[in-house]
């Protein structure tokens, strides 16, 4: 058990008594920080959560976001991080299943999947490979199976992740806003568990993920399984219809005792159930075990005593095994009984709710012996330089991971992974953008800029479709809270994020903060993830190739910001620089602009400048649309007297690459220059050869095929050979 001497003393004094081992374990589970979020809860505070799209209600699992029309969606991330360290599929599987079931514990229906992977060194790590093919296909069987399309997400390869996994899932759902599950509850309403059997699988999986990673504890790993998910999706979903349900929760992480000690405690209601009548995979496991079991595809459900038999009803017609456990009281106890004889009995709100932490704070020694600058000669081969990042993990295609999703399933998919972001149709004729975006390398040279940069970078991307954003989610993932200079990167971060979403006025309506996240090698960088939404009243901007004679315009600056980038750390294996940062007003009156340029029919295509940098940015379009370029980077907007290789690999932000027929240059062009935006006409399509120049001299000069085959070859070559 986790508990702290602190803690311990904390419940002698507030209890009164010695508690029994069941009651110690449920505590146990809750008050991990997996579960009851003690380091980060009360500096969570400062995120902005209310906004005119944002629907509050009691104890949803994921944010709900007003679409219009009577429509909503909701949003929720998760991470199967230590589960996906020591099994991947098994691990990255459940962490697919448990968002999901966040999602439909609102009463909606989960139509899209997200994901974020990161992994060790797959370049010479055999290990990190191995963890990367099994969480993906963890990931693609369970989402397969469910029939849900897998939509988009990043992959990302860094030596910090060595012998670890994060595998951050994100979760869309769809539905009548007037058929949300309202929860409450009365005295004498009845508790039930619908669902898989509970077993001794992921026993202990809360605090199991609530420590460092230092050894493979598989009972603490629980066993996916998408067809049963696939069933308890459809009953919910009649279950509501029929209103049988009053209240409902996923049993997540710390299994029934968080859901029973939460529910109760939200909707202030005693809840006294009998263990006995729990259905489970074996005999013998005592009420502790059953407690605190993380088995999966499981919900808690409150309804009345009149709509028992009609719940019982749509479980055997999709043949869901369903226990009536318990019933609803008033005395806001968590009364655990097994037939006459009492293992726990403790006040609901005393469970729910650790005792908070305040934890010290430390500016990192590391931060104080970065280099700004690289000394290291410079590359004057920068075709060989483009190649060479084209074909790297990090930047090369990621068609080898999302061709093994289903990604069209369920016909709402419009604009597929792939590209910038996705793109889904809703019934009211809307269409919902979506993106999820980290950058760990910028993120530890400057973790509040590092935290901007990846909101801003998945505002970009959505921006790109055409999509106003109206909600974003987090997932905070660091290393030990106990160290000061961790947490000092978490709150750097946290505020960074709270600053930019209050100044955008797009709230945050759900998330994660994932502590321990490190093995006996040491802490990974910190790696804050940002989820964005975004709505469209139109058809959305459908990326269309360049073609031959089209202008290419950025917008933005360059800057000089190569701290963190690609080329810094890849080519010249440099940790250091200056990290990117964000200009708040910038920003904004870019993403404003380009979104009228889009609102107008004004350009064919928008992509935005980031990993990688400029130059990357126009590879892809150029392998996108199979077509060559003639491109003179003077035009570039810069900070002055910048080098090549900056303007070139800098991965500065709120830059966008714009494809604009000649038919419509003018207008763009008295458009931006009206709206006071940075730009320049960079040159035009043609040809099958990337042609870069600057002042009449040759930088750049490759073959579109060669690249392509580079970029769509790298991580295939890599995992087939390696």
Not at 116 to 140: C, M, Y
Not at 243 to 260: F, P, R, T, Y
Request: hydrophobic share 35%; aromatic share 6%; with cysteine.
């Amino acid at each position: 058990m986790s508990l702290s001497v602190q803690e311990s003393k904390h419940i002698t004094k507030k209890i009164g008594r010695d508690l029994s081992i069941t009651e110690r374990q449920i505590i146990a589970a809750e008050w991990s920080e997996h579960c009851s979020y003690k380091s980060s809860k009360k500096h969570l505070k400062i995120l902005p959560t209310t906004g005119r799209n944002v629907i509050n209600e009691k104890g949803y699992d994921s944010g709900v976001l007003d679409v219009g029309d009577g429509y909503v969606v909701t949003v929720h991330i998760e991470s199967h991080n230590h589960p996906s360290a020591v099994e991947p599929y098994g691990g990255a599987a459940t962490g697919v299943g448990g968002v999901i079931r966040d999602i439909l514990s609102t009463g909606t229906r989960p139509i899209a999947i997200f994901d974020g992977l990161r992994f060790g060194d797959i370049e010479n790590d055999t290990h990190a490979r191995w963890l990367f093919k099994n969480a993906v296909s963890g990931i693609a069987d369970y989402g397969n199976c469910l029939g849900i399309p897998t939509i988009g997400g990043e992959v990302e390869f860094d030596e910090c992740y060595k012998n670890y996994a994060l595998v951050d899932v994100a979760a869309i759902g769809f539905g009548k806003k007037d058929k949300l599950i309202k929860n409450h509850a009365n005295v004498g309403d009845l508790v039930v568990l619908i669902g898989g059997p509970t077993g001794r699988d992921g026993i202990g999986g809360s605090q199991f993920a609530s420590d460092s990673l230092e050894s493979e504890d598989r009972s603490a790993i629980q066993i996916p399984d998408p067809f049963i998910e696939k069933l308890i999706i459809e009953t919910i979903l009649e279950a509501r219809n029929e209103k049988c349900i009053n209240a409902m929760k996923d049993l997540g992480g710390g299994g029934l005792s968080c859901a029973v000690s939460e529910t109760a405690d939200s909707l202030g209601i005693g809840i006294e159930l009998d263990v006995d009548n729990i259905h489970t995979r074996e005999a013998g496991l005592s009420p502790d075990e059953i407690m605190i079991s993380e088995s999966q595809e499981r919900m808690l459900i409150i309804t009345e005593k009149k709509k028992l038999p009609k719940l019982n009803e749509i479980c055997n017609k999709f043949r869901v095994s369903c226990s009536l456990i318990g019933y609803v009281k008033n005395d806001k106890m968590m009364h655990v009984r097994k037939g006459e004889n009492t293992f726990a009995l403790l006040p609901a709100d005393f469970v729910a709710h650790a005792p908070l932490l305040d934890r010290k704070k430390t500016i990192p020694k590391y931060l104080r012996h970065l280099k700004k600058e690289n000394k290291n000669k410079k590359l004057l081969d920068y075709s060989k330089t483009i190649l060479k990042l084209l074909s790297s993990p990090n930047i090369a295609s990621k068609h080898w991971v999302f061709h093994q999703y289903d990604h069209e399933v369920g016909i709402r998919t419009v604009v597929k992974p792939g590209f910038d972001a996705s793109v889904l149709r809703l019934d009211n004729g809307k269409f919902l953008s979506a993106k999820i975006d980290g950058n760990p390398k910028h993120c530890y040279l400057n973790p509040r800029q590092g935290a901007i940069g990846c909101f801003e970078e998945a505002c970009r991307n959505i921006v790109c479709t055409g999509a106003n954003p109206i909600g974003m989610v987090d997932h905070l993932q660091f290393g030990n809270p106990e160290d000061p200079e961790i947490f000092w990167t978490f709150m750097e971060a946290l505020e960074g994020l709270s600053d930019f979403a209050k100044f955008l006025r797009v709230p945050c309506v759900g998330g994660k903060v994932s502590f321990y996240n490190e093995t006996p090698s040491g802490p990974i960088k910190p790696t804050p993830l940002i989820g964005v939404l975004g709505i469209i009243d139109k058809p959305p901007l459908v990326p269309v190739p360049p073609s031959n004679g089209d202008y290419l315009l950025i917008v933005g600056k360059t800057k000089d910001e190569l701290g963190g980038s690609e080329y810094f750390e890849y080519v010249h294996k440099f940790i250091g620089g200056n990290c990117p940062t964000v200009d708040f007003k910038t920003s904004k009156l870019n993403m404003i602009t380009v979104l009228s340029l889009i609102k107008n029919n004004l350009i064919k295509c928008v992509h935005d400048c980031s990993k990688g940098g400029f130059v990357i940015a126009l590879s892809e379009l150029s392998i996108n649309g199979n077509i060559g370029c003639s491109i003179d980077i003077e035009k570039i907007p810069s900070t002055k007297n910048l080098s090549h290789e900056k303007i070139l690999f800098s991965e500065s932000h709120s830059r966008y690459l714009l494809v604009v027929d000649g038919k419509n240059i003018t207008r763009v062009k008295q458009h931006l220059s009206k709206q006071k935006i940075l730009f320049g006409v960079l040159g035009k399509f043609s040809g099958d050869q990337i042609s870069i120049t600057h002042k009449s001299n040759n930088l750049v000069k490759s073959n579109v095929d060669v690249m392509r085959k580079r970029y769509f070859n790298g991580l295939e070559d890599l995992l087939k050979h390696g």
